[in-house]
């Protein structure tokens, strides 16, 4: 029973996909293409772990038996250490954006579907397909970004010695 309620609620949201999308166009390998995007972007952005153990380990000196935290030492501003690991968020948005102009040229190819969109009531109906799906996966994309900040700020905020964080870290992301 379970199986078949989540077959049909994947069914569903692709239907849904399908209203969205130019007639012809698969949305079963845009919607793969952009869950393997979103994960590429997530594998670069995780260069931020790097940054951090570097930064981390220049908080400690190693006497030969164990580490030791410098007295007064401070750790790297988290907005440093971020630097630009979200950066492959921020160009598979921009690349999804692109995408609106092949929905278009999609409706100019083939069976020249461009006429028939123009004849219909709904005159909006062209640009509601073209730009729908690459504007909900520029959100998803940027939703996912944030989160995935959040997440690194989470560790920083964790893992770095407490009298070793410069106060207003949140602060700091914001300029």
């Given at each position: 029973m379970q199986e078949i309620n989540n077959r049909?609620?994947?069914d569903r949201f692709m239907k849904f996909l399908d209203d969205f999308a130019p007639p012809g166009i698969g949305t079963d390998r845009e919607l793969s293409g952009f869950i393997g995007g979103l994960m590429g972007?997530?594998?670069l952005s995780l260069r931020f772990f790097k940054n951090y153990a570097e930064a981390r380990a220049l908080l400690y000196y190693d006497p030969g038996t164990k580490?030791?935290?410098i007295e007064g030492a401070v750790m790297t501003d988290?907005?440093?250490l971020l630097g630009d690991s979200l950066i492959s968020f921020?160009?598979?948005a921009v690349f999804f954006l692109s995408v609106v102009v092949w929905h278009y040229l999609c409706y100019r190819q083939g069976s020249k579907s461009i006429y028939l969109m123009k004849r219909l009531p709904n005159r909006w109906e062209i640009h509601?397909?073209?730009w729908t799906l690459p504007l909900l996966a520029v959100v998803v994309t940027l939703a996912a970004a944030f989160v995935v900040m959040l997440f690194y700020y989470w560790i920083y905020m964790v893992a770095t010695p407490k009298q070793c964080i410069?106060?207003?870290q949140w602060q700091n992301i914001w300029r």
């Open positions: 049909s609620l994947k972007a997530w594998v580490r030791v935290l988290f907005s440093i921020k160009v598979f509601k397909r073209a410069a106060p207003g």
